[in-house]
């Protein structure tokens, strides 16, 4: 396939930018932003209210943040009825983290 371009201009793979991920610390991923927000409030199980999106009326959730990826976190209730609740990130309007608890 000589002469091929892709739509962006790359001819080659390694013409490609590779993606903008924060250095790595002793081989372990250094979060960034708001990233690294959930993450300290993740592993210090600090309290967390999530303030949702499209409900009509403002609704918020007050948990643990127990588990996150790319799209979701996954809150713990606080009552400790053992109930865990996944939210989309995209429906999520804001986040508060009680750094006291912490």
Do not use: C
């Not at 739509?7 to 708001?34: I, L």
Request: charged fraction near 20%; hydrophobic fraction near 35%; glycine fraction near 8%.
């Amino acid at each position: 396939m000589t002469g091929y371009t892709t739509p962006r201009g790359y001819t080659t793979a390694s013409d490609k930018p590779t993606s903008p991920r924060p250095p790595a610390k002793d081989g372990k991923y250094v979060a960034k932003g708001h990233d690294a927000q959930l993450q300290h409030a993740m592993y210090n199980k600090s309290p967390v209210t999530l303030q949702l999106l499209g409900m009509g009326s403002p609704y918020s959730v007050t948990g643990t943040i127990v588990r996150r990826d790319k799209f979701t976190i996954t809150l713990a209730h606080l009552h400790g009825s053992g109930m865990e609740e996944i939210f989309y990130k995209h429906a999520i309007a804001s986040v508060l983290i009680d750094k006291a608890a912490a």
